[in-house]
């Protein structure tokens, strides 16, 4: 079902007492019925999850983990398996965030796996793709999204949509104050959506949400959310403050 959704990325900050602080904050802020037919997610870093499934239990706050690994088990030092987020009571994983592409050396193939183990074990995934800033200026962004979909997506059935939410974060408004134009954001996500209708049908086009991410703040969510293909948006600087992110999950 096409959702509106309000998702922040907490990234590698908040020690654990922040983190219980941050939540604090939120829980406060989201209690007045601004949520109202919104979800609304935070992704605190791995070591912070079991703590804020048991903060966030009588909220409507969800728990999601920013990242997992695609084997069921084994021996690989320092990672995160499917099996034990849904064991904590973490039901949503992000996967395809830029800077697991960049930094980390994630592709497309391995996005795929990754969404596959995802599924299998009965996590929703928040998948995130968009272009550099190279492909904008050459005017190539859509032909990379239209990949970055294909290459980690397109082999899924198409009731497994059912538990993805897509976010469209164009590199070049990640983190840097740049946010996507509202009608930038608009012409990608109707992009997807029609690649969806194409592939998959219309009413899969229709029932996925798309959330937008890069820069988001209270100052400009609203504008962004206005338009028809925006979903919401997933956060990434301004969820790190309780006031700014409610006052962006007031803007939906
Ligand atoms: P930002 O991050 O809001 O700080 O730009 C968004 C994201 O990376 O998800």
Not at 29 to 35: R, T
Not at 113 to 130: R, T
Not at 148 to 175: D, R
Request: proline share 2%; with cysteine; hydrophobic share 40%.
């Amino acid at each position: 079902m096409r959702q509106k959704i309000v998702a922040g990325n907490w990234k590698m900050n908040k020690n654990l007492d922040e983190a219980k602080e941050l939540i604090k904050g939120i829980k406060k802020e989201v209690k007045a019925g601004i949520e109202k037919g919104t979800r609304v997610m935070i992704a605190p870093s791995f070591v912070n999850l079991q703590s804020a499934v048991k903060k966030t239990q009588k909220s409507i706050i969800e728990v999601a983990a920013q990242n997992m690994h695609q084997s069921k088990n084994g021996a690989f030092t320092g990672e995160v398996s499917a099996d034990m987020l849904i064991n904590l009571g973490v039901n949503i994983v992000i996967l395809g965030h830029s800077e697991r592409r960049e930094y980390f050396g994630e592709t497309d193939a391995l996005l795929a796996q990754k969404v596959d183990a995802a599924l299998g074990n009965g996590l929703e995934v928040v998948f995130c793709f968009g272009e550099l800033l190279e492909d904008r200026k050459s005017e190539n962004h859509f032909k990379v999204v239209e990949n970055q979909l294909k290459k980690a997506l397109f082999h899924l059935q198409k009731g497994s949509f059912a538990n993805i939410i897509l976010a469209y974060e164009p590199v070049w408004a990640i983190g840097t104050g740049e946010t996507a134009s509202p009608e930038q954001a608009q012409e990608m996500h109707a992009f997807v959506r029609e690649l969806f209708a194409k592939e998959y049908g219309k009413d899969t086009a229709d029932t996925i949400s798309i959330l937008y991410g890069g820069s988001v703040k209270p100052a400009n969510a609203k504008e962004i959310f206005s338009k028809p293909d925006v979903d919401g948006g997933l956060i990434g600087g301004a969820a790190l403050k309780a006031e700014d992110f409610a006052a962006i999950i007031k803007s939906i």
